[in-house]
């Protein structure tokens, strides 16, 4: 795959905040006490369910077909721990106190989605017990996400594959990502991270077959007025908020 | 109010809804005959425990059962895939309101500090999850069931009174106590033994904060036994860390368990 990485000092990195500092995974109360969910597992059901939502997010639309890979601790107890559903429920786009999330495979198959799980023997690729690969695809386009659900409903995402892009990420929530053919795009989200003060704590640009792809990895979530900017460059980029 | 860049009133009212969930959850485990489970490995037993209560000859005292009961009750319904609040996972979600609805009632806590008794957990839980783990499949039910424990003792003591020193000495004993707790979840569910492990949970919480409000000290302070709650984890082979594959769950009735509900290969 033809892909390659723009050196962050070039980019927008001169334009905003950077800083050294440790990456907090936990950022918010509720990230500790809290989801309010559907048993039984916060780390195998919640988690795996936001694992499915990121999938859910990246594909914009429902799926013909999904794969899902499980490794480890998740390849061991994805039956007991309601994770297959979690996922289809994710992927979905349900949240995790929907009643609807126990039933979401029946309600993936009534819809024709044709579903496959796949145990996988080795280790998680992503160094994590709790490791999913999910590959989605429909007419329109294929995603691969590879997230780990590190405890109490939380995840990070650690690969993307989206449009002929491939990236390798920290994978702390929330993500920026944005595709386009303009150039201009990254000055456009430059502009808005200034005027709202967004803390961006790592940034990555791809470029390939004329497509530029944007990830930063931010903060903070963004205020409403900040989405509402972001929305408002929908028609010069795909850009998803994970 | 920074992270989430929600405003002071919205923050609260989602611990509110955080509250209201946990005292439904309770409350369903105790309607008719109780809650079971969809493989009836679990169930019932909250609704077991209030009639034991009721007959004013527990062993423990009634504040003490009422947090089993509670601490029950909510896993029961977790198992049962009923909705719960993960405090911090749902595995350990007994735990937590084990402990307050147990104390709430001697202590005479308003609505407002019920709701502050789970902030002040939320923040002793950002701790250990952002220095160590909270995830079973990391660091073992100590992580999980430990934490929650910790978390609970620490919130106790402020609610009664207790110094913040105080709390940090019940945070540090009760973690210490359920140091090297395995998870080992029969055929991977989180059924037997994390419904039980939630009453010793809340148990282990109720004493750690007694003895901290008698101002028993605990010599190791919270965050060495944070610290040392994670390398203990680390250092858990992965049979112990939720794959089901150890511990209760490699019993001969474990495996017979696992056997009758998902096959003989699986």
């Known amino acids: 795959m033809n892909v390659y990485t723009i050196g962050r000092k070039g980019g927008l990195a001169m334009n905003v905040v950077m800083k050294e500092k440790k990456v907090?995974?936990?950022?918010?109360?509720?990230?500790?006490?809290?989801?309010?969910?559907?048993?039984?597992?916060?780390?195998?059901?919640?988690?795996?369910?936001?694992?499915?939502?990121?999938?859910?997010?990246?594909?914009?639309?429902?799926?013909?077909?999904?794969?899902?890979?499980?490794?480890?601790?998740?390849?061991?107890?994805?039956?007991?721990?309601?994770?297959?559903?979690?996922?289809?429920?994710?992927?979905?786009?349900?949240?995790?106190?929907?009643?609807?999330?126990?039933?979401?495979?029946?309600?993936?198959?009534?819809?024709?989605?044709?579903?496959?799980?796949?145990?996988?023997?080795?280790?998680?690729?992503?160094?994590?017990?709790?490791?999913?690969?999910?590959?989605?695809?429909?007419?329109?386009?294929?995603?691969?996400?590879v997230g780990i659900s590190v405890g109490g409903g939380l995840i990070k995402v650690k690969h993307i594959e989206i449009d002929g892009f491939s990236l390798k990420l920290e994978g702390s929530l929330p993500i920026l990502i944005a595709i386009s053919e303009k150039l201009n795009l990254e000055l456009e989200l430059g502009r808005i991270f200034k005027t709202y003060n967004v803390e961006i704590n790592d940034s990555q640009n791809l470029k390939k077959d004329g497509k530029y792809l944007y990830a930063y990895n931010l903060e903070s979530k963004l205020s409403n007025e900040a989405h509402q900017e972001l929305n408002n460059l929908k028609d010069i980029a795909n850009i998803i908020i994970l | 109010m920074e992270v989430t860049k929600a405003s002071y009133e919205e923050i609260w009212q989602k611990m509110e809804k955080n509250l209201e969930t946990m005292e439904n959850a309770v409350n369903k485990s105790i309607e008719g005959d109780g809650v079971f489970s969809p493989t009836g490995l679990t169930g019932g037993d909250a609704v077991k425990i209030k009639k034991y209560r009721e007959a004013g000859k527990t062993l423990s005292g009634d504040l003490m059962m009422l947090g089993v009961q509670n601490a029950v009750g909510t896993n029961e319904v977790n198992a049962a895939m009923g909705v719960i609040c993960a405090t911090p996972t749902a595995g350990a979600s007994g735990t937590i309101p084990g402990v307050l609805f147990a104390i709430k009632d001697t202590l005479k806590l308003t609505r407002k500090?019920?709701?502050?008794?789970?902030?002040?957990?939320?923040?002793?839980?950002?701790?250990?999850?952002?220095?160590?783990?909270?995830?079973?499949?990391?660091?073992?039910?100590?992580?999980?069931?430990?934490?929650?424990?910790?978390?609970?003792?620490?919130?106790?003591?402020?609610?009664?009174?207790?110094?913040?020193?105080?709390?940090?000495?019940?945070?540090?004993?009760?973690?210490?106590?359920?140091?090297?707790?395995?998870?080992?979840?029969?055929?991977?569910?989180?059924?037997?033994?994390?419904?039980?492990?939630?009453?010793?949970?809340?148990?282990?919480?109720?004493?750690?904060?007694?003895?901290?409000?008698?101002?028993?000290?605990n010599l190791i302070d919270a965050d060495e036994v944070i610290e040392a709650m994670y390398r203990v984890g680390r250092r858990m082979p992965r049979e112990l860390r939720e794959t089901g594959l150890g511990g209760v769950a490699a019993t001969p009735t474990g495996i017979a368990i696992r056997n009758k509900i998902f096959g003989k290969d699986k």
Do not use: W
Not at chain 1, 48 to 56: E, K, S
Not at chain 1, 59 to 87: N, W
Not at chain 2, 166 to 172: E, K, L, T
């Open chain 2, 113 to 217: 500090d019920q709701i502050h008794f789970l902030f002040t957990t939320a923040l002793f839980g950002m701790v250990v999850a952002n220095n160590a783990c909270i995830a079973g499949a990391m660091g073992g039910c100590q992580a999980e069931v430990g934490s929650a424990s910790a978390m609970a003792a620490a919130a106790a003591v402020e609610a009664a009174g207790g110094t913040p020193e105080q709390s940090a000495h019940a945070f540090s004993t009760a973690l210490q106590n359920l140091l090297g707790l395995v998870c080992d979840p029969v055929a991977g569910l989180v059924e037997i033994p994390c419904v039980k492990r939630n009453a010793v949970g809340t148990a282990n919480a109720l004493v750690a904060a007694d003895l901290a409000l008698a101002d028993v000290k």
């Open chain 1, 24 to 145: 907090v995974n936990y950022k918010s109360c509720f990230d500790v006490i809290g989801p309010v969910m559907i048993g039984p597992s916060s780390s195998h059901t919640a988690g795996a369910l936001a694992i499915g939502v990121v999938a859910n997010k990246l594909l914009q639309g429902l799926p013909k077909k999904v794969v899902v890979k499980y490794y480890e601790s998740f390849a061991e107890t994805h039956k007991g721990h309601g994770t297959d559903f979690a996922i289809i429920a994710g992927v979905l786009g349900f949240a995790t106190d929907d009643s609807r999330v126990p039933n979401s495979i029946k309600i993936a198959n009534s819809q024709g989605i044709d579903i496959a799980f796949v145990e996988e023997a080795g280790d998680s690729p992503a160094g994590h017990p709790n490791t999913a690969d999910i590959y989605l695809e429909n007419d329109q386009r294929s995603i691969r996400v």
